[in-house]
């Protein structure tokens, strides 16, 4: 009786161990999402993929693209490549409440060039210039994950540019509305 008790309790405990597996293995890893904020209000198109490394923490890389003639926001940026990692605080699986660190690769135009002074301290602009910066930032936010995959992030973040290049803003922001699948 002592060795089918032994044998039943062995028996569970390997069971348990594969459906351990069986269950992290079914977890959905991958997601696709675009920036419905930024393509709605600034005319930029940000789509990102973002890799779920583990229940608390993920990688993704976001690129973003203005296709904007408006002259004020494409002072701000026309392109960025911006890798981040983001750790969870939830109890769930890579949702809820986050904190990411990011890097920022971005470009842009400036409509009015460098500012100088004269002595009566008037400003004058030299000509428009582009730009070539790298940021470091950090960003807050949430994520919802629906049954089926469907996901939602809310996020704001902010970063300082660190080449000090001619015409680059001295920060550069990162937020929106994302709405992706997770597969």
Known sequence: MKKLAALLAIFSMVNMGFSQDEISNDIDKHELKLNATNLIIFSYLDGAYEYLINEESSFGVS?????????????????????????????????????EGFGMLNTGDSLYGLATFDANGNVTYSDEGSYTDFALGISV???????????VDLYLGIGRNFLNTDYAPELVGRGGVTLGYRF
Do not use: N
């Not at 701000?76 to 699986?93: A, E, I, N, V």
């Not at 919802?144 to 996901?151: A, D, M, Q, S, Y």
């Open 63 to 99: 690129l973003l693209f203005s296709f904007s003639d408006d002259e004020f926001f494409d002072e701000y940026r026309t392109f960025s490549l911006t890798p981040y990692y983001r750790q969870y605080f939830s109890r769930k699986y890579a949702k809820g409440f986050f904190v």
């Open 141 to 151: 936010g949430a994520k919802f994950v629906t049954p089926r995959g469907f996901v």
